[in-house]
C-alpha cells in the first residue's frame, strides 16, 4: 500500500442545522497534487478548513505528518494586506513563528531562511517593501514564501489565483508544479478554474456538499458521471482534449 | 521669552515631573498594545473596558481608599467576557462592548448617587488628575508599565501574527485564543493605569490616536510600534506643559494634542501621496 500524507473519513461538517460537507473520504499520497474542484458554496474552504482544524467538524482526519509541517496559503485579503503596517521580511517570517519554543524570537538565521526562500520565488529584492506597496501578485508570492519558509511537507492553497491577472496566474501555477515535482511538496489545491487547475494537478477532488468526484485527471476525463456531470463540452475543456489548439 | 520661562518654570515643578515620568510610561504601554489593538480591529475594546473600570472605581471607592487596585480585577474579567461572547459567535464583538459600556455607566452612576460622598472623587476619575498623582501611584505605574512592554517583547512574534493573519497563525501552530487573552489582560491593566491620566472618558484615546498616526507613516511594523510610543510620549509632554501654561484640564490637553498629531501626519501623507 502506498505511503498516506493524509487520510480523510467520514467527514461531516455542520453549521447550525445545516450540513455544510456530508460523509467526505479521500486519501492522498505523499506527492500528490490534488486539485480540489466545485461550484461556489460547495464547502471547498470549508473542507480545507476542517483539515486544518479552522472549522469543527466530525470523522476522520489522519496526517501522517507533523501538523506544523503543513503549509498554509488563506484567500487574499486585499483590503488588510493594504493597510498592515508590515515589511515583506517580516511577514515571510512569521511563517517561522510556529516552530520556535518560548521564547520566540526572530533570529539571524530564521533572516537567512526568509531571504532564501524569497530568492527562491525570484522576489528576494522586496524583502523591505511593505506588504501594501506591492501588487495582488506579488503579496501571493510572498504568502506563498510564509507557507513555505517552514519546509512544509504538505501544502494547502485556498483559491490563491483568484484575484491575479491570467499572466501571473500562469507563473504562480507554474511555481507550484516545480515545487510539486523537484522536491516532492504535496499540494492540495482550491480552485474554480477547473480548465487550469485541470493541466497542473495530478487528481482531481470535485465536491458539491459532498464529494461528487475523486481520481486522476485521466479517470475524471474518462468518467461517465463528470461528462454527465459538466456536459460534454465542457468536460472536453477541462480536459484539454483540443485545448493546444486553441493556444 | 515669555513662554520659554513658563514652560521651564512647568519642568521645574515636582508635580509636573511626577506627572511626565509615571504619563510617558503609562503613553509607552498603551500606544504599542493600541497598535495591535487596532490592527485587530478591537480599538473599541479600550472604551468600552474604560467605561467598566468607571463603574468598578465607583465600586472599590464604597470599600477602600485604592480604588484603582480594586478595579483590575473587575476589568479584567469584564474583557475576558467580551472575548466569551466572541467565541461563541452569539453576539458580536461590537454589540458586546456597547452593551457592557452602558451596562457599567448606569452601575456607576446608581453608585455613585447613592453613596453621595465620593462624588469630588469620582469626577477626578471621569477625567483624569495626573498632577496630583502620588508617589506610591508613581512607582505602581512606572513597575506595571515596564511589566507590560516586557511582556510584550517577549510575545511580540505571536502578537505580531496573529495580528496580521489568525487563521494562518493558527495553523502554524501559535495558540491564538492565548494570545488574545494575553491582549486583553494587558489592555485591561493599561487602561486601569491611564485612567490616572486622562480619566475613564478619554483613555481610549491614548490607545488609538498614537496608533492611526503612525500607521499614516506607512512603516514596518516594528518602526510603526516605535513611532506610536513616540507620539504618545510627544503628545503627553505637551499636553501637559501646555495644560499648566494656559490652565486647562491636562487630560483633554494631552488628547487635543493627540488629535493634532494624528491630523497632521495624515495630512501630510495626503500632500506625499
Known amino acids: 500500500m502506498e505511503n498516506k500524507i493524509l487520510e480523510v473519513k467520514n467527514l461531516f461538517v455542520d453549521y447550525g442545522k445545516y ?189 458539491d456538499k459532498e464529494l461528487v468526484f475523486f481520481g486522476t485527471n485521466q479517470e475524471f476525463c474518462d468518467s461517465k458521471k463528470m461528462t454527465e456531470y459538466f456536459g460534454h463540452v465542457s468536460q472536453h475543456q477541462i480536459c484539454w482534449r483540443h485545448g493546444h489548439e486553441h493556444n | 521669552m515669555n513662554i520659554i520661562n513658563q514652560v521651564l518654570e512647568a519642568f521645574s515643578q515636582v508635580f509636573i515631573q511626577k506627572a511626565l515620568l509615571s504619563g510617558i510610561f503609562i503613553a509607552v504601554s498603551a500606544s504599542i498594545l493600541g497598535v495591535f489593538l487596532v490592527l485587530k480591529n478591537m480599538s473599541l475594546i479600550g472604551d468600552g473596558l474604560a467605561h467598566v473600570s468607571f463603574a468598578a472605581i465607583a465600586i472599590g471607592l464604597l470599600f477602600s481608599n485604592e480604588p484603582l487596585t480594586f478595579a483590575i480585577p473587575l476589568v479584567i474579567l469584564a474583557s475576558f467576557l467580551v472575548l466569551k461572547l466572541k467565541e461563541s459567535a452569539k453576539i458580536n464583538e461590537d454589540s458586546t462592548i456597547g452593551m457592557l459600556s452602558s451596562f457599567s455607566m448606569a452601575v456607576g452612576i446608581i453608585i455613585a448617587s447613592v453613596a453621595k460622598g465620593f462624588n469630588v472623587d469620582l469626577f477626578s476619575y471621569l477625567f483624569g488628575s495626573i498632577l496630583f498623582i502620588t508617589n506610591s501611584e508613581l512607582i505602581i505605574s512606572i513597575l506595571v508599565s515596564i511589566s507590560i512592554i516586557v511582556v510584550v517583547l517577549i510575545f511580540y512574534e505571536d502578537l505580531f501574527a496573529v495580528s496580521f493573519d489568525e487563521n494562518f497563525a493558527k495553523v502554524n501552530g501559535i495558540n491564538v485564543k492565548r494570545i488574545d487573552y494575553l491582549l486583553s489582560l494587558l489592555t485591561s491593566i493599561t487602561i486601569i493605569l491611564g485612567i490616572r491620566i486622562v480619566g475613564t472618558l478619554l483613555i481610549s484615546s491614548l490607545i488609538v490616536f498614537p496608533s492611526i498616526t503612525a500607521l499614516q507613516l506607512k512603516k514596518g511594523f516594528k518602526l510603526t510600534l516605535l513611532y506610536s510610543a513616540l507620539f504618545s510620549v510627544l503628545s503627553l509632554i505637551l499636553g501637559i506643559i501646555f495644560s499648566y501654561i494656559i490652565n486647562i484640564p491636562s487630560g483633554a490637553s494631552i488628547v487635543v494634542a493627540n488629535a493634532c498629531f494624528m491630523l497632521i501626519t495624515m495630512f501630510l501623507g495626503k500632500l506625499k501621496a
Open chain 1, 19 to 207: 450540513n455544510i460537507l456530508k460523509n467526505i473520504n479521500f486519501s492522498m499520497a505523499y506527492g500528490d497534487y490534488i486539485g480540489i474542484l466545485g461550484p461556489n458554496g460547495a464547502g471547498k474552504s470549508t473542507l480545507i478548513k476542517a483539515l486544518l482544524n479552522l472549522v469543527e467538524s466530525s470523522g476522520y482526519i489522519n496526517f501522517d505528518i507533523d501538523k506544523k509541517e503543513v503549509g498554509y496559503l488563506p484567500q487574499l485579503q486585499e483590503n488588510k494586506n493594504k493597510l498592515f503596517p508590515a515589511t515583506v521580511g517580516e511577514i515571510v517570517a512569521t511563517g517561522l513563528v510556529g516552530k520556535k519554543k518560548f521564547p520566540k524570537f526572530i533570529k539571524n538565521t530564521d533572516k537567512v531562511e526568509v531571504l532564501s526562500v524569497l530568492k527562491k520565488l525570484g522576489i528576494e529584492d522586496l524583502y523591505n517593501k511593505r506588504i501594501g506597496d506591492i501588487s495582488g501578485g506579488q503579496t501571493q508570492r510572498v504568502l506563498l514564501c510564509r507557507a513555505l519558509v517552514a519546509k512544509p511537507k504538505l501544502l494547502i492553497l485556498d483559491e490563491p489565483t483568484s484575484a491575479l491577472d491570467p499572466q501571473v496566474r500562469d507563473s504562480f501555477y507554474k511555481l507550484l508544479k516545480e515545487l510539486n515535482e523537484k522536491e516532492n511538496l504535496s499540494i492540495i489545491f482550491i480552485s474554480h478554474d477547473i480548465a487550469t487547475i485541470g493541466r497542473y494537478a495530478s487528481k482531481m477532488l470535485y465536491l
